[in-house]
């Protein structure tokens, strides 16, 4: 049944702003405002950013021979990528655990689009808490060392630091945006990683070292290897950030 | 502007909507009417390209929503007012949604003041009642004042002043030459603001058109000092008389021909008008 209802003699005229489609780079700060908007956000963050420092502290502190700068970043970073993980992970996923999704593809329905944008404010602020873990964890290390400290390796332990993370947190955006639930997401990945890996690297150790994408980056960061590492992150961030748009573009919002 | 054609949406063998057509043009309120599961939601889902449909399309201004370049600042929408993140506060989740449709930050600030929520603004929304995030909601659709307003259920919760209110908005944006598309189960509200209805039932329109047509019943509603004998001069003029409490009804008579036979037996009438429906009688009528 249709009925054609009568045309008022004024229309509401739309604004000129209707032609203007956001541009990426707005939607890439919109991202990266959203992550930081909450208490929870905030306190994830400034947990992955702060706590390399006490961790540092200690280390110099209690052992008589610290590790090389090198080898305490990549043991830092790594640990500081879980939580990075976790911020990816919010990003995406924590947009169809509360509902907000609905208003986010509402504004910008190219699906595709607004996950780009979520990918590259993902990558952005893991390079950013990743510089910041760099800047902490040399600043403690160079006033708590000794005359023996080693910072043999220490520019490109810093630059891997800093493209591992941020690499790792589009990981988490990708595995949130193709499971849609927060809580689902975290606790799967974080099994995959802390239990499969486990399991994996003792049943098939070579197949571990090929696998793992934490023991990945504490390698390219320790300066141990470069070319696998890369691979093996490569595969992630591309496997995870492909299936993610995948999944999103298809699923029905209800 | 909305124009639905054909829509309809099936999930396996059960279709739940089923070729829904309407089209709707500025300047009107139309309410959406329907019990739950009858296909509103999916409909407006699929209007505002959340849900893609099965067949058929949804255009608003004339374009699918899926390719409007800006699509808040041609449809301001409030289809879940829990669809916000509890952790941001009111002014934080209007800030994002400014930035992001491209309309200048003190917008927000009017806006929270209009829809009442100005001293909440810089609380979080998880502190919120039911009625506030409704308003918050309401102010996100308007954040870019555009011409098209798609609201599912935004009179939940609101308190009787927050209702007149809302009702006052969306007549002021028809009588601009908005087009609001309203989407309620609270037929008294719909029936005092609307002035177009589209009822679905079991996924189609059983009913499409301008309220006051809808309502129209068949026949006169009458009102006399001595409402018995007024009741024997009609029936001893051939017509059918029903009696409800002191009012009688007269089906299939006019008011002319009711004043007239009153007139001429001598009757005083204290009331005399068209025997409308009203809108819960219609609902029911036509999604039992």
Redo the contacts between chains.
């Keep these: ?15 000129p ?6 541009p990426l780079a ?2 890439i700060g ?1 991202e990266v ?2 992550s930081l ?5 905030l306190a994830l963050t400034a947990a992955a950013a702060v706590l390399p420092a006490g961790a540092v502290g200690l280390m110099m502190a209690l052992k008589d021979s610290p590790p090389t700068a090198a080898t305490m970043l990549a043991l830092l970073g790594t640990l500081v990528s879980m939580l990075l993980i976790a911020v990816g992970v919010l990003a995406t996923a ?1 947009e169809w655990t ?6 986010t ?6 699906r595709g689009r607004v996950l780009t944008a979520k990918y590259a404010g993902a990558a952005l602020l893991g390079a950013a808490i990743s510089a910041i873990v760099v800047a902490s964890t040399y600043g403690v290390a160079t006033i708590g060392a000794g005359a023996g400290f080693s910072w043999t390796g220490a520019g490109v332990a810093a630059v891997a630091t800093v493209g591992a993370g941020a690499a790792l947190t589009v990981v988490g955006a990708g595995i949130g945006a193709a499971i849609g639930n927060a809580p689902a997401a975290l606790t799967g990945t974080y099994l995959v990683l802390l239990v499969g890996m486990t399991v994996l690297d003792n049943a098939r150790p070579t197949w571990g070292k090929h696998v793992d994408p934490l023991s990945a980056m504490f390698d390219l960061v320790e300066g141990d290897a470069t070319a696998r590492p890369i691979a093996i992150l490569a595969a992630w961030l591309l496997v995870t950030a492909v299936a993610g748009i995948a999944v999103t573009r298809r699923r ?3 | 502007m909305i124009t639905v054609t054909g829509l309809t949406k099936r999930y396996a063998d059960n279709t739940v909507v089923d070729d829904v ?8 309120v ?1 309410g959406f009417l329907g019990p739950n599961g009858a296909g509103k939601t999916t409909t407006l ?1 699929m209007i ?5 449909p099965t067949a058929g399309e949804a255009r608003v ?1 004339g374009r699918r ?2 390719d ?7 449809a301001g ?1 409030l ?2 007012a ?7 506060t009111g002014r ?1 989740h209007l800030a ?2 400014a ?5 200048p930050s003190r917008r927000v600030d009017e806006l929270l003041d209009t829809v009442g929520l100005g001293n909440a603004g810089r609380r979080r929304i998880g502190g919120y009642s039911l009625g506030m995030r409704q308003r918050l909601g309401i102010a ?1 659709a308007l954040l ?4 098209v307003l798609i609201l599912d259920e935004p009179a939940n919760g609101l308190d009787p002043e927050g209702i007149r209110w809302m009702r006052e908005l969306l007549r002021e ?2 009588d ?4 609001v598309l309203l989407s309620s189960h609270l037929l008294g509200e719909v029936e005092h603001t609307v002035d ?1 209805l ?1 009822v679905i039932g079991a996924g189609r ?5 301008p309220i006051g047509a809808l309502l129209a019943g068949d026949g006169v509603r009458v009102r006399a000092v001595d409402a018995g004998a007024l009741a024997g001069s009609l029936q001893a003029a051939g017509l059918t008389v029903s009696a409800d409490g002191p009012a009688l009804t007269v089906a299939g008579a006019t008011a002319e021909q009711v004043g007239r036979i009153a007139a001429e037996r001598g009757h005083v009438l204290t009331d005399l008008r068209p025997a409308d429906r009203g809108l819960e009688d219609l609902f029911f009528q036509l999604t039992a």
């Excluded at chain 1, 908007?37 to 956000?41: L, Y």
């Excluded at chain 2, 057509?21 to 009107?28: A, C, K, Q, V, W």
């Excluded at chain 2, 601009?176 to 087009?179: K, Q, S, V």
């Design positions: 049944m249709t009925a054609v209802l009568d045309r008022p003699a004024t229309v509401l005229p739309t604004r702003l209707a032609d203007r489609r956001p707005r939607l919109l405002r959203k908007s909450t208490r929870s956000g924590g509360h509902g907000t999704v609905q208003t593809f509402l504004a910008v329905p190219r029905a919002i209800s | 057509s309407f089209t709707l043009e500025p300047g009107t139309t889902r505002t390209g959340l849900v893609p201004c929503w899926t409007l370049p800006n699509p808040a600042a041609v929408t289809l879940d829990g669809a916000v993140h509890p952790g941001r934080t994002i949604m930035a992001t449709i491209g309309v996100a870019a004042d555009p011409p944006r028809a601009r030459g908005g087009t177009r589209v329109v059983v009913a499409d058109g």
